[in-house]
């Protein structure tokens, strides 16, 4: 008796909007990136890293989370940052998670994943533009600070 193969198929699903008039709005600096990552990370009390997806104008076309860990951790891979960036044919992404415990400043963790990151988006053609830290009503920008180059 011959074994068979199974056949796959990809589809990128839409699901709830998240309320955010991006109409010609270019998401070109940390500081827009943080407001929009808050929309969705109100009230959390876990780490939680989501990619945001963007065009060739920097214009957001969506957004992915990508792992919710615990208090001080998430767990992390390019196969699942890059996934929904292909899939939405993104340009480029921004990194974005948060630090429940108040204080954006990025951990030694924070800075590998993000060079790994890096790496990875050059394989794929996707560029990291920033790797964004939010807490609360501060963020840090890994570009900013100089973290990617």
Known sequence: MKKGFS??????????????DST???INNASIAADVARL?????DREIFSVLLLNTK????GA????VGNLN?????PREVFKPAILA???EVILVHNHPSGDPT????????????????????????DHVIIAEDRYVSMREKGLIF
């Open 24 to 26: 010609g709005v270019s």
């Open 64 to 67: 992915n989370i990508v792992s």
């Open 89 to 91: 044919n993104a340009f």
């Open 40 to 44: 969705y990370y109100r009230g959390t």
């Open 73 to 77: 951790s998430s767990l992390v891979h």
């Open 7 to 20: 056949l796959y198929s990809i589809k990128l699903v839409k699901s709830k909007a998240v309320p955010y």
């Open 58 to 61: 920097n214009q957001l076309i």
């Open 106 to 129: 990025p951990s030694r963790a924070d800075i590998e994943i993000t060079r790994r990151m890096i790496q990875a988006g050059d394989l794929l053609d996707i560029k990291v533009v």
